[in-house]
């Protein structure tokens, strides 16, 4: 969904925890979905990707779970490091609607404390 | 993965004035180009897409006279911010598909340029 312009929720975590951030999205017709990091001042960095035929994808330290049925996306990082402190946003792709550009969820602020 | 350069990453103009922000394709061609925007504590909001040979696409409530975009190659567009005023400070981000993803259209971004327009 788009941004109305609330702060940023804040996930907080120790240092070698796992950390769990969730995003909802709105277009049931998306059949691809991104999850980006981004540091201040900085552009998104890709993470890792989902296509909708999929309920789960793994990468390194990180599982994307997808669920249809609630439109609900869950971004999972294992062991989290403090180089992991960033705003995690979430990204849909409607493919049915022709649009190439993604729509971005509102991100959630991730605090990784020593 | 696919690099995209954006310059400048931070300006500062004054009122009235016309900002040109460059995002450049460095190692792969771009028929289309993405123009995003972020306020603080916001997400990025798509303002236009880029093509390449033709005009821009501007989403609803984007002024296609202030925000003029301009696609000349393959590798370069740019967003000219016109008569630029305090509330058009923001954070201005570009970004390009690479292909395909592993799945589907995954888009590289440029690092961003923080307007500030005082």
């Known amino acids: 969904g788009e941004s109305v312009g609330l702060h940023l929720p804040t996930l907080s975590v120790q240092e070698g925890d796992n950390s769990i951030i969730n995003c909802a999205y709105s277009n049931s017709a998306s059949d691809y979905f991104i999850w980006y990091k981004q540091e201040s001042g900085k552009g998104p960095q890709f993470i890792i990707d989902i296509r909708s035929n999929m309920d789960k994808r793994q990468g390194q330290r990180v599982t994307v779970l997808l669920n249809k049925t609630v439109k609900h996306l869950s971004l999972q990082i294992a062991a989290t490091q403090p180089g992991d402190s960033a705003v995690y946003f979430c990204a849909e792709n409607p493919r049915a609607t022709g649009r190439r550009a993604l729509t971005f969820g509102s991100g959630t602020r991730l605090q990784v404390q020593p | 993965g696919a690099v995209v350069s954006q310059h400048p990453s931070r300006v500062i103009c004054k009122s009235g004035t016309s900002v040109k922000i460059e995002c450049r394709s460095l190692d792969f061609q771009a028929t289309t180009m993405f123009w995003y925007r972020q306020f603080p504590k916001q997400s990025l909001m798509l303002m236009a897409t880029?093509?390449?040979?033709?005009?821009?696409?501007?989403e609803q409530g984007v002024e296609k006279d202030k925000f003029l975009i301009n696609h000349a190659s393959l590798t370069l567009s740019t967003l000219t911010v016109t008569s630029a005023h305090p509330e058009d400070s923001s954070f201005y981000i570009c970004?390009?598909?690479?292909?395909?993803?592993?799945?589907?259209?995954?888009?590289?971004f440029g690092s961003g340029t923080q307007l500030s327009v005082l």
């Open positions: 880029s093509n390449e040979g033709s005009k821009a696409t501007y």
């Open positions: 970004s390009a598909p690479s292909g395909q993803g592993n799945f589907g259209q995954k888009l590289f």
